[in-house]
């Protein structure tokens, strides 16, 4: 078990810094040390201080590439100038620093955590550690454990500032055709209120990058659930990259990373195919497993797709009632459907089978869209689901992250200004009906499309792109929530952005919150968004969850925590 010590108070990030790298893993462990139940804790990742690894018109990319897949870096070092090589080397990237910051619920930030990484003193290559990677948006989602003791989130078992990580192959699936051509383990980080880690590997989402986990740790199953995406190559995706995509079940283990055995093959959890909605079959079948949100409601287990031109974009569910006589999910026999009341955990994974053709991917299929979302195809979608909070059976919420234009006239980015369904949407569960139906969508305060000016962060244009260095949300990426005994909810989310940076998932980003009234049927007057915290230059806010001890899953935490939390 890893051990970090916490910063309370922490004034500044260079403060924060300065004073963990100060320490040694053996003087980590202090158990008055504790992030306090019913506080926020929010995932930042931190670009790398000293980074000097690109240099412009020298550095070819990706990293040991072999040609035709070099391209010779455009942009140097420098923050945020190194991002305008993302264009011209489509896997750009570098390990970061992950810090953990507790906040209270008015956005005072009460404590920071660093997960331990090879920039520290004490962390030895073969020690327990991990890293995240800069600039990639749908990384480090932060989820609590069934049993409300751990969060959980992914990265990458390597050193900061190693160049386009996320792109990178997994050591136990290769994929040839990868232009990276590197091998690293991902891993799943979990973490309790004192801040001891363990990290388990993984071999899954090779050539892209696991997003959001969940350990379900209660009522006899121990079980890490994941979300993600696979695959930088080409046609024919090989059958590990089709094996390691999307949902994705793992088994966590307490043993130090260097004991860990290599972990075989990727065990999926989870499988849809368009052809399921009738659609024609799309050339990499692992596409149309790109996840990214996940979460559990009464034991069913939700993912989002929102990004990339394959699959669709929607919100989907794990069928675990078994498959008709047609070998299709009971479910959803034509691919939309809701959940079976009797419906369970996914306590073993289904027994897949490659299917004929590479663009069928994995058979059988057991996955479903949840009735009332989208089913358009991803080139001609609309929607962009990311965070999913359930207030109830009937009222879920989920963060849209906008279409990522940044399009830009009379000041404002104007995509983002003009969306109707980025920001908060709320959606309401028609029983007659049998599906969901959106009631509305929450966006006042939030600001979109207009640009917003960050300390230390380039002012006027990026001459490489013509466009402002200023970034603007565009709507929302991960979310949390409570709901409090007076009927409303209280929704605390990071935003999505657009900017004319290179790569936009750089862009200093917010954490914000909002309440909303549960049983409303239009949006109430007066109800907006508030901004509690705007990252600095050199930091993009991830994940938002409750920490870790809030308590399990299911529990009415206003009654359960008493004085102790949910203060607002």
Not at 106 to 114: I, K, M
Not at 262 to 268: F, K, W
Not at 427 to 446: C, E, V
Request: overall charge neutral; charged content about 15%; some cysteine.
């Amino acid at each position: 078990m890893t051990h970090s010590r916490i910063i309370a108070g922490a004034s500044s990030l260079a403060l924060a810094v300065a004073l963990v790298a100060a320490l040694t893993s053996a003087a980590r462990a202090d158990a008055d040390d504790v992030f306090q139940p019913g506080n926020l804790i929010v995932s930042r990742s931190v670009f790398p201080a000293n980074f000097n690894a690109v240099t412009a018109g020298v550095t070819q990319l990706p990293p040991h590439c072999v040609a035709p897949n070099c391209v010779t870096a455009v942009a140097g070092s420098a923050y945020p100038y190194v991002f305008n090589n993302a264009p011209v080397d489509g896997s750009f990237g570098l390990t970061s620093q992950i810090f953990l910051d507790e906040f209270s619920h008015q956005g005072q930030r009460l404590r920071t955590l660093e997960v331990p990484n090879s920039a520290e003193s004490g962390i030895s290559p073969g020690a327990d550690q991990m890293v995240g990677s800069f600039s990639s948006k749908s990384e480090l989602a932060l989820n609590l454990s069934a049993d409300g003791r751990y969060i959980t989130f992914n990265g990458y078992l390597t050193s900061v500032g190693a160049l386009d990580v996320s792109n990178s192959n997994t050591p136990g699936v290769v994929d040839p055709t990868n232009a990276v051509p590197g091998a690293v383990y991902r891993l799943v980080a979990t973490m309790d209120a004192h801040g001891h880690f363990h990290f388990t590997k993984t071999n899954a989402y090779s050539g892209n990058n696991g997003r959001a986990s969940i350990w379900e740790n209660a009522n006899g199953y121990d079980e890490l659930l994941m979300a993600g995406n696979a695959g930088n190559g080409s046609n024919p995706q090989p059958d590990g990259v089709l094996l390691g995509a999307g949902a994705q079940i793992e088994t966590p283990t307490s043993r130090p990373l260097a004991e860990q055995p290599d972990p075989g093959l990727p065990t999926p959890v989870g499988s849809f195919n368009v052809t399921e909605l009738g659609d024609k079959a799309e050339k990499k079948a692992g596409k149309d497993n790109n996840f990214r949100g996940l979460t559990v409601f009464n034991n069913v287990v939700y993912f989002t797709k929102g990004s990339g031109g394959k699959g669709v974009n929607s919100v989907y569910f794990i069928d675990t009632s078994g498959l008709d006589t047609n070998g299709k999910p009971k479910a959803c026999p034509n691919g939309v459907g809701v959940p079976s009341p009797s419906a369970g955990l996914p306590y073993r994974p289904m027994n897949f089978q490659f299917a004929a053709l590479p663009t069928l991917g994995l058979y059988p299929y057991n996955m479903c869209v949840l009735a009332g979302f989208p089913t358009a195809p991803g080139k001609t979608t609309t929607a962009f689901p990311f965070g999913v909070y359930f207030a109830n059976a009937t009222t879920m919420y989920v963060a849209d992250e906008g279409d990522g234009s940044n399009a830009y006239a009379n000041g404002v980015y104007r995509d983002a200004a003009a969306s109707k369904t980025a920001g908060l949407q709320k959606w309401m569960f028609d029983a007659a009906k049998r599906q969901w139906k959106l009631a509305y969508t929450l966006q006042a305060g939030l600001g979109l499309g207009k640009p917003y000016k960050v300390a230390k962060y380039p002012m006027g244009e990026n001459t490489a792109s013509n466009l402002p260095w200023a970034p603007a949300t565009d709507g929302l990426r991960n979310l949390t929530g409570r709901v409090n005994q007076n009927g409303m909810a209280t929704i605390f989310a990071t935003t999505s952005t657009v900017s004319g940076s290179g790569d936009q998932g750089a862009d200093p980003n917010r954490l914000v919150v909002i309440k909303d009234q549960v049983a409303a049927m239009s949006p109430p007057r007066g109800e907006h968004f508030v901004i509690l915290r705007t990252a600095r230059s050199g930091e993009a806010l991830r994940g938002v969850s409750y920490t870790p001890g809030t308590g399990a899953r299911g529990v009415d935490h206003d009654w359960a925590m008493g004085s102790a939390g949910w203060q607002d």
